[in-house]
């Protein structure tokens, strides 16, 4: 089945300690994306990547990091998380950033306290 | 900089038509798309426009009006399960900026 699947779903971490919500989609998909959606924000995206070793910014970069070492897998990682990062985290992807329709995970919701 | 509005909320009646509307003003724009989102959910695709006019998918219809940085999107035939949020996004380049979503209530 076609999907992209986000782990963990649900995560409650402190203050500081390092942290990875990983993202792996099975569509051979080029364009991979990840968004935190917070009440009366909407989704805003953090960074995305059009392929491999390619990674840029998006809206919210700050706090957080992202890698592409191999095309399936787009991992999110927050070196000293803080709470102003307790969000809902969405990874998307499709098959290139022309695409008409991206694909989304089931999302993380993450708490630092 | 870039800027999408849609209504906050809207309420519409089972059976009934709504349009949600949505404005933008980003440079370099290539296209705009329309998902919906029910709670706790992830956001699934509706429609995606890169020209302007309507496109028309089942119940679904979304326009398009460049010059004047305006998209609706139309659901006719309300059933209890079009219940949700609607996010109109807008790529600018080679980014994805989502409007902050209109939430719709159906009443029966």
């Known amino acids: 089945e076609a999907q992209v699947t986000q782990n963990p779903r649900y995560l409650i971490t402190v203050t500081g300690k390092k942290l990875t919500v990983t993202c792996s989609q099975n569509?051979?998909?080029?364009?991979m994306s990840w968004y935190r959606q917070d009440p009366g924000l909407g989704l805003r995206q953090i960074y995305y990547?059009?392929?491999?070793?390619?990674?840029d910014k998006g809206d919210v970069p700050e706090g957080y990091k992202v890698s592409r070492k191999e095309k399936r897998n787009f991992p999110l990682i927050l070196e000293s998380p803080s709470p102003n990062q307790t969000s809902l985290y969405f990874c998307?992807?499709?098959?290139?950033?022309?695409?008409?329709?991206?694909?989304f995970g089931q999302g993380t919701r993450l708490t630092v306290v | 900089g870039q800027n999408i509005d849609q209504p906050t909320e809207m309420t519409a009646t089972e059976g009934a038509i709504v349009q949600i509307n949505c404005t933008y003003q980003?440079?370099?724009?290539?296209?705009l798309f329309w998902y919906q989102q029910h709670a706790g959910e992830a956001p699934t695709f509706l429609s995606y426009?890169?020209?302007?006019g309507l496109e028309e998918k089942g119940r679904f219809s979304s326009f398009l009006s460049r010059s004047k940085g305006y998209s609706y999107l139309l659901l006719k035939e309300l059933q209890m399960k079009d219940s949700a949020s609607y996010l109109c996004?807008?790529?600018?380049?080679?980014?994805?900026?989502f409007g902050k979503g209109t939430r719709l209530h159906i009443l029966p």
């Open positions: 998307a992807s499709s098959l290139a950033w022309s695409s008409t329709e991206a694909f």
């Open positions: 569509m051979n998909h080029e364009y």
């Open positions: 990547s059009m392929n491999v070793e390619v990674t």
């Open positions: 980003t440079s370099g724009f290539n296209g």
């Open positions: 426009n890169v020209l302007d």
């Open positions: 996004a807008v790529r600018e380049d080679d980014k994805i900026i």
